[in-house]
Structure formats: C-alpha cells, structure tokens
C-alpha cells in the first residue's frame, strides 16, 4: 500500500455524530405516512445508501421530492444538537498539520452542512466539499480527476457500505470506521482494505505506513475489440488525456487476464467478448498522457463482440465503431497506436 497523501471524508457518522437526530427526522417522515417508526438497531440494520433505494423499499407510494420536503423539515429543527464526534477534529488537525489535502464526499444537504460546518469551526479543513452526492460512485470518479489525486495514494473513510463500494469504485484505498450507522458485520461484508474502530486508529495506522515503498508495475489488460462488421471500437477517457483509446484495466487478485478483460470490457462497455486472441505485451512506464505516475504492464489482446451496443460507464466520455485504418487517423494515446500499427502491420 503506498503512503497515504489525500484524504477524502463521509460526514455523518464519520465526522460528526448525527446518527439520531437522523432516525427521529426518519420516523417522522414513516408516521406522517402512517408506518410504524423504526428503533435505531432496526434503522442500523435496514438503511442503506443511497438512501433512495431504501426509500423505494420502505415507502414505495412517496415521491422523492416530499420525502425531501419533509425530511428537511424536521432535520434542520434537529440538527442544533449534533456535535463531532471523538478525534474527529484532531483527525483533521494530523491531516492538516502533515499537509494531507481533504476532501468532503457526502450525500448530506448543503445547507446542512453549511450550518454544521460553520459552526463545529471545520469548514477550511476541506480543500473542496462534495455534497448531495446521493450516489457516491458517481462523484468520486469525478473527484480524483478534477484536483489530480493518485488513487492509490488517496483514502476514503466513511462508516457506511456505500462508502466502501465508492471507494473501490474510484479505486481508491477503502478505510471503514465503526463510529457511525452500519454494524461491523455489515462493514466486513463490503470488504474494506482497513477497518478501524474510530479516526484515532487511523491517525496511528498513518504513523505505521510513512516509509514511501518501491513501486511496482501494475498488471492490466486490454483489447482491441472487433464488431461482426470488422470496425474497431475506440473510448476517449479524461484518464488519458482525452485522447482515444481500448477498453481495459487492472487484473485483479486470483484472477486470470482473460477474465479480467472480459470482466473490465464488460463494466466499461456492456459488452460481452468472444475470439479473444493475445496480440503483444507493452512496457508504459510514467505514461505522460495519464493522469497520474504509473508505471503499467498491458497484456493486449484482439477480440470479438457478441453486439454493438455500448454502454459507457462514467470513465470514458464517448465511443465510435470505425474502420481500423479510420481509427489509425484518431488522436490515439501511445499505448493504443502501438496496438493499433501493430496489428495494420499483421493483418495482411
């Protein structure tokens, strides 16, 4: 694991101890729809993020807009009594005395937080504050690319399933805390890279891991991928620049490379692959089109899509299928030209 350099926070339950100000504006909102009120071990066991599935579940027949309504309405008459809670603010002293930018990623109303925030006296500890994420995955990515973060220098703590499953999203190190809404049990279960009892655990685990370690290449996979028709498909990513390149990505632990393309084509595209056939191996060392020093090695391959239709995830901007040579003419990243002239240059 390398050395810790930026640090992005959850709020409730990570930060500050709102967990039951927040199950009464809850229940409020069940009895006004004439449900029975939750205890807070039920709403520990059955709240989830984001919370509009779970709304979806236990109250199908309201709309978002009036849960909205009337959850702030009782939240900001509840929200005077919420205080930090234990080493929360020497957490953020130690990040901000060893010059650990941070940043705030949370689905709490802003003008909550702008009331909280402002007065616990916290508010410039954050270099930048992300809120109303309601879906956290979709922020994080977003996040990482507009200050330039190195993932794997980058820790998300939170105390909640859906902040463990954005920080894999974003591939970031995951760091769960047991001083908030979801039990150890549920935590474990997302498989957090750490888990720690409170922030002071974490402020020790940082003073372990100072030493910078030897870096090493990092495993990944990619292809060029075919339609029936014999066109390419080519992805343009701000990851790269917003140059033009193949679907791909890291191979995972106890995973073979073929699985870990079909399982990275299959994330990034909707596509499923067949005639998958190995083409070359790349050294990329310090990439200066990436976002971030890495050092990769890339297992390229050729394949076959069972269909064409594409369906993008949040790394990449847009898509086209064209003819090999067309796609010789696109403003390529270095990796995908040497793939593409490698295989013009086999193809005959």
Not at 104 to 114: A, G
Not at 119 to 135: P, T
Request: net charge negative.
């Amino acid at each position: 694991m390398a050395v810790i350099k930026n640090v992005i926070l959850d709020w409730s339950g990570t930060l500050v101890n709102d967990f039951l100000p927040v199950v009464q504006a809850t229940n409020d909102i069940f009895v006004r729809y004439g449900k029975p009120p939750m205890t807070p071990d039920e709403f520990r066991q059955k709240f989830r993020l984001p919370f509009v599935e779970f709304y979806r579940e236990y109250l199908p027949e309201a709309t978002m807009v009036e849960l909205e309504h009337h959850y702030h309405s009782s939240f900001k008459l509840l929200q005077t009594s919420i205080d930090m809670l234990p080493d929360a603010r020497e957490f953020l002293e130690y990040c901000n005395e060893h010059g650990m930018p941070m940043y705030l990623l949370s689905t709490i109303h802003h003008e909550h937080y702008e009331v909280q925030a402002e007065r616990l006296g916290i508010k410039h500890y954050f270099k930048k504050a992300y809120v109303e994420a309601f879906d956290k995955r979709k922020t994080i990515l977003h996040l990482l690319a507009e200050h330039d973060l190195d993932p794997h220098e980058t820790i998300f703590i939170g105390d909640m399933v859906h902040d463990i499953e954005t920080a894999h999203h974003g591939g970031v190190v995951s760091c769960g805390v047991l001083t908030g809404y979801d039990p150890l049990e549920k935590l474990k279960g997302a498989n957090p890279e750490l888990l720690f009892r409170r922030l002071s655990h974490v402020i020790a685990h940082f003073e372990r891991h100072k030493r910078e370690p030897e870096a090493k290449p990092i495993a990944t996979v990619g292809a060029l991928i075919y339609n029936k028709a014999g066109d390419v498909l080519m992805v343009r990513t701000h990851k790269w620049s917003n140059l033009w390149g193949i679907p791909g990505g890291k191979i995972q632990a106890r995973e073979t490379s073929e699985e870990a393309l079909r399982r990275e084509t299959l994330e990034e595209t909707g596509l499923e692959l067949e005639d998958i056939r190995f083409a070359m191996v790349q050294d990329c060392i310090l990439p200066p089109e990436f976002y971030k020093r890495a050092h990769f090695l890339l297992l390229n391959y050729t394949a076959v899509a069972t269909h064409t239709n594409v369906v993008l995830n949040d790394e990449a901007e847009e898509h086209r299928w064209l003819p090999l040579e067309e796609a010789a003419q696109l403003p390529l990243n270095t990796p995908t030209r040497t793939l593409v002239d490698y295989v013009r240059s086999h193809s005959h």
